[in-house]
């Protein structure tokens, strides 16, 4: 006869949880207000409802209609995934005595329940108010002041993916911030690429897990690589180059809603299926730049596939040649991070899937669209 700790994680898993509507954990309840996940035909699999908009209906076919059911209220929530796609926080900027540019940002770790699906609300803990918290991107070589104040009720960091002094590392002894306390973090802006930054307070997993993780992204200077100057420029916001693309900031995160160390919840950028009833619109003849970094807690590896189409991949963005070439697929491990390159120049107009190569995933939140149209007059 089996232990009741094996019976019970084999009868009540992940996937019976979401469906079933069980309450979870530390406030969070699972399809609150009713069911925000219809059933199909098959155990365990979401389908639109019959009442959902044509427009919803349309998107989520192209899927099985596996898709949530209903929409998450951006306003209450305070950030709007669309949104989270393109907003860059790139602080103020000064300059030091010496000529040196100082970029300054100013973060916040507040406590605060937000929907990560419809009628699933979950206790985190953020940056700014928003998971993933924000974007932040500076250029190599500049000097970076992170104002760093702690509103939370729990000890809090900031950990960068980076080159710094070991005081300024965000662990326990260097950087660590009780809450209503404050913590200044300073260094020089390098290596350039896509990388990352967390709360590295223990329990380490819970802090990320909460929703403490956002994007770190340092532009290369053009003038420190004068070989590839054109790419360089091309990285570079706020450069004409730069304007011919359409860049995209994605975080693939999870969300354990019942606390088991299991995740039951899956997304890109925080609120699940949010880019299947939203597709992102995409310029045919413009060049597109996906910012990709996975902070999936719980599961080993993530993924990223690119339906009818094939990309160029920047291994953690330190290289302006690629690493990978003509890929429609790579993994990455929890806090691996990339840039991918690639056009649909030559393409018919249209809806074009992107999700990770495991299903489950896919079928719990992290799937989307890109909607590739006609240049806009």
């Not at 605060?112 to 609300?121: C, H, Q, R």
């Not at 045919?284 to 596939?305: C, G, K, Q, T, W």
């Not at 074009?352 to 939140?365: D, R």
Request: aromatic share 10%.
């Amino acid at each position: 006869m089996p232990k009741v700790g094996t019976w019970f994680r084999e009868k009540i898993n992940r996937r019976g949880l979401l469906w079933g509507g069980i309450s979870a954990a530390g406030g969070s309840v699972i399809c609150a207000s009713g069911a925000s996940l219809a059933q199909s035909g098959h155990s365990g699999h979401a389908a639109v409802s019959v009442a959902a908009p044509a427009s919803i209906r349309d998107h989520g076919a192209a899927h099985g209609a596996m898709i949530t059911v209903g929409e998450v209220d951006d306003a209450r929530n305070g950030f709007d995934p669309a949104k989270l796609l393109t907003d860059w926080e790139t602080g103020s900027v000064s300059t030091l005595p010496d000529g040196e540019i100082l970029r300054t940002f100013e973060v916040e770790a507040v406590d605060k329940e937000i929907e990560i699906a419809p009628g699933i609300m979950f206790p985190a803990w953020t940056y700014n108010g928003r998971v993933p918290g924000p974007s932040l991107r500076a250029t190599e070589g500049e000097r970076l002041r992170i104002v760093f104040r702690n509103s939370g009720s729990h000890p809090h960091s900031m950990h960068f993916h980076g080159i710094h002094a070991a005081r300024m590392d965000g662990v326990p002894g260097a950087g660590l911030v009780d809450p209503g306390e404050e913590f200044v973090y300073e260094f020089n802006a390098r290596p350039f690429g896509c990388h990352l930054y967390h709360c590295h307070a223990l329990p380490l997993k819970r802090h990320i897990h909460k929703g403490m993780y956002g994007l770190f992204v340092i532009d290369p200077d053009p003038a420190r690589h004068p070989e590839l100057a054109d790419v360089t420029r091309s990285r570079l916001l706020g450069t004409p180059e730069n304007a011919e693309w359409q860049e995209f900031a994605m975080v693939m995160n999870g969300f354990d809603t019942n606390f088991d160390d299991e995740n039951e919840v899956y997304a890109v950028n925080t609120v699940a299926h949010a880019y299947m009833k939203r597709p992102i619109r995409i310029v045919r003849d413009r060049p597109v730049r996906v910012y990709l970094a996975n902070i999936v807690e719980f599961d080993p590896i993530n993924s990223f596939h690119l339906h009818a189409n094939f990309f160029d991949y920047f291994e953690q963005g330190t290289t302006l040649t690629p690493t990978l070439r003509t890929v429609d697929l790579i993994t990455q491990v929890q806090a691996q991070r990339g840039i991918l390159e690639f056009t649909y120049r030559d393409h018919e107009t249209g809806l074009y899937m992107f999700h990770p190569h495991q299903s489950e995933f896919t079928e719990l939140g992290w799937a989307g669209m890109f909607d590739v149209v006609e240049a806009v007059a």
